[in-house]
């Protein structure tokens, strides 16, 4: 699924996600391959950065949707989203969530393609939806 | 707060944080965005590194400081203090747990600024002060 | 450990990790400075990168082996292998553990060598094993 994106120059791309639930696990692969396919560089890196809190960005399975399930279930289990917080927006364990996966991925391009393993694709990560969300892509060749 | 730095040549910088504490969290975000100003770079990436394995570094919310303290207590409640280690320092946890945050963190600059989202700040994680630690910044551009 | 490697060209490197057991990490320190070396590229970074959805790469101590012992241990007890998982092939720890300690590196190159803290060592961390695995170095400089 391809959202449109903006070419913000130098080499950095926005695109949105709208997220539908309040956990959400959201295939980019197509969109990101696009933006680095348009952006005609060849041989570089691609690093995609999540700038919110209480979202992430990593690499998962692809096949199996069931993988997706249980991932953010058991997640959801190790960081509960009660647990006697101070934070009074409530939402702590989004946050948390968040830095376990991580806010950017650094991907390889070679021969225009984005270098993956058969069964990886890169996933947008909701932890505190539904929201309008950013992706930024800064293409380095 | 800023600490001052070293320029060591060809985009590589460095500077130290002082901990206090055995858990604690630090806002290094003034003070890398003030090493991205000085490098005169305006459109590249910042590595944000750290050369240490009890230590850390996560984007984190810089409104609520009740973010913090949750998402600290969260962590080492998840990955115990005690659990019959082998390891005879018996730091193990501090070592999982700067693993689980990640030791670099990749930013974009654009237009000679940190590309960060409105509640984004870069911190510093302490797993096993008090100690003296060096943050390493690498500008590409 | 060396275990040769390919040079694809464009400063793009690929060599092969053979696991033994379900569960191992591996130190590829050696092997990467050795590819950094030969690039002969003495500023700039090194990424490594994980082609796979149930291994992972992570930054820990090299010193006592006790600690890498310790480590899998707990993050398997984090994420316990056995839970209701609905993903039939039965792996869905091993994903989420990869994804916790995340696919990818950025590590700084300078006067030649990589700059790692003194304890630290680069493993490849098997989580779903033992497999022929695959790991991409990129170089820019």
Redesign the interface.
Known sequence: MTYGYQN?????YQFHVGTTSHTEMIDMTEQIQKIVSDSGV????C?V?????TAAV????NA?E??Q???MK??N???PWE?N?????GN??A??K???????????I?GGSL??????GIYFLEYDGARRR?V?V?I?G
Do not use: C, R
């Open positions: 913000l120059g130098s080499g950095l060849l041989e570089g890196t690093l950065y999540i700038p919110h809190t990593t690499i998962n399975e199996d069931n993988v399930v249980d991932f058991e997640i289990k190790i960081v647990d917080y101070q934070h009074a927006e702590v364990a946050h948390l968040a830095s376990m996966m991580g806010f950017s991925e650094t991907l390889i070679h270098v993956l393993g058969t069964w990886q950013t930024y800064k380095s």
